[in-house]
């Protein structure tokens, strides 16, 4: 056992001591770095915050030659090299922002091993010359970090990384670790095919992360909700909330800042320097809430981050992992608190549908969403489901929100039957499909214009879902929509039936709902400072 703690100080753990001013590994680091050193390959799966990054660098300084690191995250470079320039260790990248002279100057540095460490755009490997370039240095090892964008179906997918297997047909002696904080079972064998590591010894660390807790709540007004989230529980803490649109984000920072909690915006339509002060003002200050959009967040490191929310549903349980991760890193109590409705669903249905690429590639969007709903919905322990996700086994915590308040199901299966046969009947009948709220307003018998317009108060299904609140009426078919028991269409979100709402409809199948817990009372601003 090699593990770190008591061992001989080798030279890994002399330079984690002398260059970067740690006293001992952590996790697997110490295992992953002597495997590489060694000269075998690694493929590496640890989460955001894990300590990835000494993974490769500490086999970077102590081999002979130069670590060369492949990184989709350009904009990180600088401050990756900085970082590692401020710690004695010579570091540089290249990229398509720089300069042809800075590129030179830095590829002559690369070639007489003027460097320790050189980070690499993935399309760089594209140009022969690039390979020509590392032909002319000795390189001691091959970091490919993110790994999981080479996987064609994961939720970052990118072709350059199609390209990476070169490194090892061109330099079979050089080890290669790949790293990623995301990737299922599936994922890392694939990683491993693609990246023809398939010999490489597999790191993976536990994805636990007992101080957050996982909350999901559906979403009736998200803004209130989230104030009386923030005012009741984080008042004065520093966290990061999660929204879909840059309009959402801008509006969410100065409703909050409105109501007496300093929020600040982060998005990419905002100028750069914006974007850099709002960032390093999150970074040093105390309390400060960041709203942004999920481009925020990519290597910040902020240890004391108490909560994470989000106002919209992520695209992937990868992504809803990565971006909760963000909060707790010191191991303090922290909240990941999320609210998600029905249009939600609607919503991430119409970008599947309008999305690039074809049809095998909107069937996985459409399972990534699929398991992401599945997280929300689920009656059973959250984080029990997001190890899963990642197939890690675990038993219930007693600190998530479903575990704390076990969540009553009902036999929703006359509801669901209501829905779906007017959902059928509007389709047979008259030839036409309604978006969601329209079919609620005809269930609850709402005479509104639109209803009345269209003659829908005479259809025999008007007004027999008088037994339910519209809330809850719009909980159901959000859970139908999760449960794959309808779907939705379009453009304008109309509704549509599926294969499994015939059996509902026709073959008695019989439908469980959560009960949708009572509306939250919006909370009462705290006086402004
Ligand atoms: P990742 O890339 O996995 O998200 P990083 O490599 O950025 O994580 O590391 C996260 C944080 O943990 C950094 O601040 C890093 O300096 C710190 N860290 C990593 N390893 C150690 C260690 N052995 N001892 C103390 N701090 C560490
Ligand atoms: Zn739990």
Redesign the pocket.
């Known amino acids: 056992d090699r593990s770190g703690t008591g061992a001989e100080p080798d030279a890994a753990q002399q330079v984690?001591r002398r260059v970067?001013g740690?006293?001992?590994?952590?996790g697997l680091?110490h295992e992953i770095v002597t495997q590489v050193i060694e000269g075998g390959d690694a493929l590496v799966l640890?989460?955001?915050?894990?300590?990835?990054?000494?993974c490769y660098q500490i086999p970077a300084l102590v081999r002979s030659g130069v670590g060369v690191v492949i990184s989709p995250l350009i904009a990180l470079m600088q401050d990756q090299v900085d970082a590692l320039n401020a710690l004695g260790v010579r570091a540089g990248f290249l990229n398509s922002t720089q300069f042809p002279d800075e590129r030179r100057t830095m590829e002559q540095q690369f070639v007489v091993g003027e460097l320790d460490v050189l980070y690499l755009a993935p399309e760089r490997l594209r140009l022969e010359s690039t390979l020509q370039l590392l032909d002319k240095a000795t390189v001691s090892v091959f970091a490919i970090d993110e790994a999981h964008c080479v996987s064609q179906w994961g939720h970052d997918f990118r072709p350059d990384y199609l390209a990476l297997s070169v490194l090892h047909e061109r330099w079979p002696d050089v080890p290669r670790i790949a790293?990623t904080?995301t990737a299922t079972e599936a994922t890392r064998r694939e990683i491993a095919e693609r990246l023809d590591l398939t010999g490489a010894r597999h790191f993976v660390a536990g994805f636990d992360r007992p101080n957050i807790q996982y909350r999901i709540e559906p979403k009736n007004r998200a803004d209130q909700q989230l104030l009386s989230f923030i005012s009741s529980e984080h008042a004065g803490d520093a966290g990061i909330v999660y929204c879909l649109s840059r309009n959402s984000v801008e509006k969410t920072a100065e409703f909050l800042t409105r109501n007496g909690i300093e929020a600040v915006p982060y998005h990419a339509g905002l100028d750069a320097r914006t974007r850099a002060a709002n960032q390093s003002r999150f970074l040093r200050e105390d309390g400060l809430v960041v709203v942004a959009t999920i481009a925020f967040g990519m290597?910040i490191?902020k240890p004391d981050v108490r909560f994470v929310a989000h106002l919209d549903l992520p695209k992937s349980v990868e992504g809803y992992y990565q971006e909760t991760g963000r909060a707790g890193?010191d191991g303090q109590p922290s909240t990941a608190w999320m609210v998600y409705g029905l249009n939600d669903v609607v919503q991430q249905r119409k970008m599947i549908d309008s999305s690039e690429g074809d049809a095998a590639h909107r069937r996985q969007l459409q399972l990534h969403l699929d398991a992401m709903l599945a997280l929300c919905e689920t009656v059973q322990c959250r984080r029990t489901q997001l190890l899963a996700y990642f197939g890690q086994s675990g038993e219930p915590c007693g600190n998530c929100d479903t575990c704390l308040t076990p969540p009553e199901s009902w036999d929703g299966t006359v509801a669901a039957q209501k829905v779906l046969s007017t959902v059928l009947r509007l389709k047979r009948e008259r030839g036409q499909s309604f978006g969601a709220g329209h079919i609620v307003d005809i269930l609850v018998g709402k005479s509104n214009p639109k209803v009345l317009q269209h003659k829908h108060n005479e259809l025999k299904v008007f007004g027999v879902g008088a037994e339910l609140r519209d809330v809850e009426w719009r909980g159901a078919v959000r859970q139908l929509l999760a449960q794959g028991l309808l779907a939705v269409h379009g453009d304008y979100g109309v509704l549509v039936l599926t294969e499994a709402s015939e059996e509902v409809l026709f073959k008695g199948r019989q439908v469980a709902l959560r009960r949708e817990p009572e509306r939250v009372k919006p909370a009462k601003a705290p006086r402004a400072k």
């Open positions: 984690l970067f740690y006293d001992s590994f952590r680091q640890m989460p955001t915050g894990g300590g990835k990054s000494l790293l904080a290597g490191d890193r």
